[in-house]
């Protein structure tokens, strides 16, 4: 058992960065940041995406900030009558879209912690990592469930009329419950950091399905070359609602509440790359892509804003560079900490320019870092 003194403030709360209290790692992007265009104030945010699309999302208020409860999970009662998995499990779940550096991040995070789920790449022998023991064998089936055959599936209902995929596994009676049940499982799997889709497209399930111990954090980038490379770069198969859809949802990446009012995923989704082909005739490229970025920009703000409370969140530009916003994160159960120091670990950058994945054992063996066990 780990001192609780060690590891969570007077209120509860996991301490999870190192120098909080004097403010050496901020948990906001400095002003100056390269990302500072996808950090947006929700007000001013939910404006100008309701402005460029022409379509009102439903209304979104900063409750965190009056002390509110987060909005209800998307999947609805699918979702919250799985409960929470326990408040002693250590997890960080990065709700940053993808090619805002997710890749960097995960690796990065993979020297400090145990088992990590990325994306649909996550495999047993890939980038699911078991060591310290933390995956076991059926928490590793969990996973692949999840990254390789339901999110999948969301893909091929956003693109149903290019496939010859079949609809009645796209009713909302179907996915609702299979992606609330499979996003349990990895929670309950044994990981201790998770990025990419489908969790920023499922924020608020992830917030309801989590206990006290589990830490979130949202990966950056400038909202203008993000949409660049999402809807250009080779991504513009992932989904996104359909204006009808997402006139009854808080953001147009709020998967699960477009699928329930429609019933079907066909109807609910598309990909990006048709949201931008329509935009395109309409109001031509440029605006097209801001529109696309102005989606983004919201997004982020829902989540920092309305659907994670402060205390556990924490904003990362890897555009900054290095280890920007990442020094300090720890986890109790490994005693390990991203460090400052580059001495012992190579640098790694992977293709889309991200952070170097950095961890110093000099740093992580010192008192300052090290937890003690009782």
């Not at 969790?199 to 917030?207: L, R």
């Not at 996104?240 to 997402?246: D, F, L, R, S």
């Not at 990446?253 to 048709?274: D, H, M, P, Q």
């Not at 919201?298 to 556990?312: D, G, S």
């Amino acid at each position: 058992k780990w001192d609780d003194g060690h590891v969570k403030w007077d209120d509860g709360h996991v301490k999870w960065d190192d120098g909080h209290v004097s403010g050496r790692w901020p948990r906001e992007l400095p002003p100056e940041s390269n990302c500072s265009s996808g950090d947006s104030s929700l007000q001013g945010a939910f404006e100008t995406v309701g402005h460029l699309t022409g379509v009102q999302l439903l209304p979104t208020s900063a409750v965190l900030a009056a002390g509110a409860a987060p909005p209800p999970p998307s999947l609805g009662d699918e979702t919250s009558r799985l409960g929470r998995i326990s408040d002693d499990a250590e997890i960080v779940i990065n709700l940053g879209q993808g090619t805002t550096g997710t890749h960097g991040v995960f690796m990065t995070l993979n020297r400090i912690g145990a088992g990590s789920h990325f994306s649909s790449h996550s495999n047993g022998t890939g980038t699911l990592h078991e060591r310290h023991g933390a995956v076991q064998r059926d928490g590793a089936r969990d996973i692949e469930q999840l990254a390789r055959y339901t999110f999948q599936t969301v893909n091929k209902c956003a693109q149903l009329n290019e496939t010859n995929f079949v609809e009645a596994d796209c009713r909302a009676s179907t996915l609702a419950p299979r992606l609330a049940r499979d996003m349990m499982h990895v929670l309950q799997s044994g990981v201790q950091h998770i990025h990419d889709s489908p969790w920023p497209m499922f924020a608020t399930d992830a917030v309801a399905m989590s206990g006290q111990s589990v830490r979130f954090m949202l990966s950056y980038r400038d909202a203008e070359a993000w949409a660049w490379q999402r809807g250009a770069g080779g991504h513009g198969r992932t989904p996104v609602c359909t204006p009808e859809a997402a006139a009854h949802a808080h953001s147009w990446f709020n998967l699960g509440e477009c699928l329930r009012y429609t019933g079907s995923g066909v109807t609910a989704w598309e990909r990006i790359k048709t949201s931008l082909a329509r935009d395109t005739a309409l109001h031509g490229q440029d605006a097209a892509f801001e529109i696309l970025a102005a989606k983004y920009a919201f997004h982020n703000a829902y989540i920092t804003q309305a659907v994670v409370a402060p205390e556990r969140m924490r904003k990362v530009c890897v555009w900054d560079g290095e280890q920007s916003g990442l020094v300090g994160m720890r986890f109790a159960s490994t005693g390990r900490v991203v460090s400052e120091m580059a001495r012992d670990i190579q640098a790694h950058r992977h293709h889309h320019n991200g952070p170097k994945s950095v961890y110093s054992h000099e740093a992580a063996s010192s008192p300052r870092h090290r937890l003690q066990a009782s």
